[in-house]
């Protein structure tokens, strides 16, 4: 069983994204649940640049970890057995946040074509998996849910000089709320900044785009970040981080006094897992993937109402009980997710794709 799985996300914008974050950790994963193994072969590749030796080359399956619904990310010709993953159609559930113009359309109705052929298809969630159905037509049946799971890095850290260390890098304040991930729509920023206001609560934003100039502000799609930047660009209680090393996300997670996810809409969830692996107290919206991946270790809000959001900040953070029990559950319910069961389910899969 010789299977190409496309690591150009590894090499892509996607690389320090989730999709990137995906890629890289089914590999490694598949990696060890393959070792010493004759039976199957895993061979990673960048379809972008090695389609030639594609043509050459004998696989039983090839795995596109990412699908757009904008862009041609599928091949016309089918030269094995296909699997894709599918992380979330956002796009889709937010046309106007996210226009896809004269050729997205056209692409989108070519991607709806190309997805409808392929073997089988990978969702995070049962949340994605209703969506791919709804949005792009796909059989459930065709379509296995593979839970992600938060890197090893993430735990519990005791040293303390990492701790001091982490916060006069990033002059970080005594509490705060802290947001990883992009700053789109969905994301819903204005709502978080304006609850940690009201909860009287500094928040810490990390990853890329939170400190990328070059995002296009007049973009419909960014036209709530860029309100953000007009409100609180200024604020000394709104700290920007821009992307972080893994080792310094670990600290920050540490530190953070309460982690909080307000997405009006998410297909997996996995920054509130990584929070639960760091011993961080979680706050979410109580949206259906959300909901779904935290259980009962985390307190959910209505991501509309930022005085909901604030008042669940607040509890966490002045509550000892309220954030003790928190801990003591996210610690639970992480345990429950792991790349080496993804790895495995995975290549389950595999063989059932084609071996049917």
Request: with cysteine; charged share 25%.
């Amino acid at each position: 069983m010789k299977i190409a799985i496309d690591s150009n996300p590894l090499v892509s914008g996607h690389r320090v994204r989730g999709v990137g974050v995906y890629t890289r950790e089914t590999l490694e994963a598949l990696k060890k649940a393959t070792k010493g193994r004759k039976d199957i072969k895993i061979v990673p590749l960048d379809f972008s640049t090695q389609n030639s030796k594609l043509k050459t080359q004998n696989f039983d399956l090839i795995h596109y970890p990412y699908f757009h619904p904008y862009f041609l990310t599928l091949p016309f010709r089918k030269q094995a057995k296909i699997i894709v993953t599918i992380h979330d159609t956002i796009p889709l559930i937010y046309p106007k946040q996210y226009p896809p113009g004269i050729r997205g359309k056209f692409k989108f109705k070519l991607q709806k074509f190309l997805i409808n052929r392929v073997d089988g298809v990978i969702a995070p969630s049962e949340t994605s998996k209703k969506d791919v159905v709804r949005f792009l037509g796909v059989h459930q049946e065709k379509i296995k849910v593979i839970y992600e799971a938060p890197r090893e890095i993430f735990k519990l850290i005791t040293d303390n000089r990492k701790l001091k260390t982490a916060t006069r890098k990033y002059d970080l304040p005594k509490r705060f709320a802290l947001y990883l991930g992009d700053v789109n729509y969905n994301k819903n920023l204005l709502n978080l900044a304006e609850a940690c206001n009201i909860a009287k609560i500094p928040l810490v934003l990390v990853g890329k785009q939170t400190t990328d100039m070059s995002i296009d502000l007049s973009h419909v799609e960014n036209q709530s970040y860029a309100e953000f930047l007009n409100r609180y660009s200024k604020d000394s209680n709104m700290l920007r981080l821009g992307f972080v090393p893994d080792e310094d996300l670990v600290a920050i997670f540490n530190l953070a006094s309460v982690y909080c996810q307000p997405s009006f809409y998410e297909g997996f969830g996995l920054s509130i897992l990584e929070a639960m692996a760091c011993g961080t107290a979680v706050v979410c919206a109580k949206t259906q993937a959300l909901v779904e991946i935290a259980g009962d270790a985390a307190l959910f809000v209505d991501p509309h109402k930022p005085k909901d959001i604030a008042k669940k900040l607040g509890e966490i953070v002045k509550i000892s009980q309220t954030k003790e029990d928190l801990v003591k559950k996210g610690f639970a319910r992480v345990k429950e997710f792991s790349w080496e069961k993804a790895a495995k389910e995975t290549i389950d899969y595999y063989k059932l794709i084609i071996n049917g």
